[in-house]
């Protein structure tokens, strides 16, 4: 590139950078022609159905998604922090087990929306919730993922802190000099700004690219959590006593206590159920996200079972009972050699908090704030934004260190994730019978309008039957001090998730049932990666010519009728 060259594009950034702060139009997204939806809606080409070429994800893209999900730090701690509730080893690995097939179950099923149709969630809840109330659904996932996405980032953090004492001893004792209000110490902070810049390039890795970073976290993680448990059993002999324990707790507290660690491990992992169609939408076939049912189950058991092993191991070799892998990691910082097993170890779990925080939060929050804003964000710019209102504005460090109700509330809103689920799934399989109009779901007069508002009342019904009756006990959680209920609502908030999902679906079929939206129940699926040429072959005696055919379609549409003052063609 020549002198004039450089010149030229050197004087285009600066004019571009001018005009992005003193013009807050020059922000505004080119309008582009969408291929699916009608010319006056804004769109871009991130919500449109995935085209053929982008469809790269086979099984093995979703088996590696979800050991990038679920071969992480809280899934190791999970199921020997239950232990701490007073139950037993045997215990907490069958509430790991059903939780992971409560998991499953959802998250296949409502997986199919978007490997049969390449479409992403909030594309999909239009079907369900209506045109304009999906979006109720979208604010609450985004919001959800915006906060997790800084919460995890502060934990990956620890993993940075971990690589640099290795490395460079002295960094374990780094002198702080910010005040106890901060939340957070030097080095905390330090080490967070370090995995931030690691992980904000890989933030903006098109998601049908994702599968090669799931890819190599499957090849490192592996051997390396493999090693880690093999290596502190072995060192620490028998710990019978620890695995074998019995319970500290029996009767009807032991069962309520089995239902609130089955929701606390089921909700973690709940916007994933509802999310999951905006990575099953780059599926090559419609079989290959099948593959999520025996392999969340199979990977979220066994790093479980990982954890309870080694925590019993810490206590009898360590003196102290040791939850989490970056714990047992930094005791190996006091020879030359622990401290490269400790570099190496700890820069691996970096790399599983990375992957996880994309594909949990970054993927999400961007999906949802490029339909909320289409004029403004798109993927890319959703994943910046997550990147720094989750990352930095929202200040994650301060909600983890002394807001404990705050995540008591973080983890309590999951209860919207629940018959969000419920919902999508029974409209997709039980109501419309996996028969969408796709093209009618970008179309906001279309038939999932549900009318005037653009909401369908039988969601609205189902989603609030199902929260109010929880929203006393969410209450009591964020501030138990302040709030004194009824006993039974703090059992029914014990069992939240499943409560929400199977009351969700149950009432939302029965509503449709006696209360079906005809014009909904259409008989065959109309596909978006065509051109919408609806039964065409079946005209063939009328004469027309397609685009006759077409343009007699949009004459009958109500979209026409109101264009024209008059009514539908009879």
Not at 191 to 210: E, N, V
Request: hydrophobic content about 45%.
């Amino acid at each position: 590139m020549d002198s004039s060259a450089l010149r030229q594009r050197g004087r285009a950034i600066k004019e571009k950078a001018h005009a992005r702060l003193t013009n807050i139009h020059s922000w505004k997204l080119p309008k582009q022609t969408s291929s699916i939806a009608p010319p006056h809606v804004w769109t871009n080409a991130d919500q449109d159905p995935v085209p053929e070429d982008r469809r790269t994800w086979s099984k093995w893209a979703f088996i590696g998604y979800w050991y990038s999900d679920l071969v992480t730090i809280s899934t190791w701690q999970s199921a020997s922090a239950i232990m701490t509730t007073g139950l037993t080893a045997t215990d907490s690995i069958l509430i790991v087990l059903v939780a992971a097939i409560c998991n499953a179950l959802p998250t296949v099923l409502n997986g199919a929306i978007g490997a049969d149709l390449h479409i992403p969630f909030p594309i999909a809840a239009r079907a369900s919730y209506g045109y304009w109330f999906s979006y109720f659904c979208v604010v609450i996932r985004g919001l959800l993922a915006l906060f997790w996405f800084g919460v995890q980032g502060v934990n990956g953090g620890t993993c940075v802190t971990a690589i640099l004492t290795a490395l460079w001893p002295s960094y374990g004792h780094l002198a702080n000099a910010l005040p106890k209000s901060a939340g957070i110490t030097s080095q905390g902070l330090l080490s967070y700004f370090i995995f931030w810049s690691i992980q904000f390039p890989l933030l903006l890795i098109p998601s049908h690219r994702l599968q090669y970073l799931f890819w190599a976290k499957s090849a490192l993680v592996t051997p390396m959590a493999l090693a880690m448990v093999i290596w502190i059993t072995v060192k620490a002999g028998d710990q019978g006593d620890f695995f074998y324990a019995p319970g500290t707790v029996s009767g009807s507290t032991r069962a309520w206590l089995w239902l609130s660690n089955l929701t606390s491990i089921t909700g973690g992992y709940s916007t994933l159920a509802v999310n999951i169609p905006d990575f099953s939408r780059f599926s090559k076939t419609r079989g290959a996200q099948i593959w999520q049912l025996p392999v969340i189950p199979f990977f979220k058991t066994i790093v479980g079972v990982f954890g309870i092993v080694s925590a019993g191991a810490s206590r009898k070799l360590y003196g102290k009972l040791y939850w989490s892998p970056i714990d047992i990691i930094g005791e190996w910082q006091g020879t030359s050699g622990g401290r490269a097993a400790a570099f190496f170890a700890a820069s691996i779990w970096l790399l599983a908090q990375i992957s996880v925080n994309i594909s949990a939060n970054g993927v999400s929050f961007a999906n949802d704030a490029t339909t909320l804003l289409p004029r403004w964000i798109n993927n890319r710019r959703g994943a910046v934004m997550v990147s720094l209102l989750g990352g930095w504005a929202l200040c994650p460090w301060i909600v983890i260190a002394s807001a404990s109700s705050f995540l008591s509330f973080m983890s309590a809103a999951a209860i919207f994730m629940a018959p969000i689920a419920g919902i999508l799934c029974c409209d997709y399989w039980l109501v419309k019978r996996r028969r969408y109009d796709v093209p009618a779901l970008y179309d906001p007069a279309g038939i999932y309008g549900y009318g005037r508002y653009g909401t369908n009342w039988r969601a609205l019904v189902a989603t609030l039957v199902v929260i109010v009756p929880l929203l006393p006990a969410m209450a009591k959680r964020v501030t138990p001090q302040n709030v004194h209920i009824d006993q039974g609502l703090v059992n029914l908030f014990s069992f939240n998730w499943l409560y929400g999902f199977f009351v969700a679906l149950v009432l939302y079929y029965v509503l449709n049932y006696f209360f079906p939206d005809r014009d909904t129940l259409i008989p065959s699926v109309v596909p978006g990666d065509t051109p919408v040429l609806r039964a065409v072959d079946d005209d063939v005696e009328s004469g027309m010519t397609p685009d006759e055919k077409t343009e007699e379609d949009d004459k009958r549409s109500p979209a026409y009728a109101r264009e024209i003052g008059g009514s539908t063609v009879g």
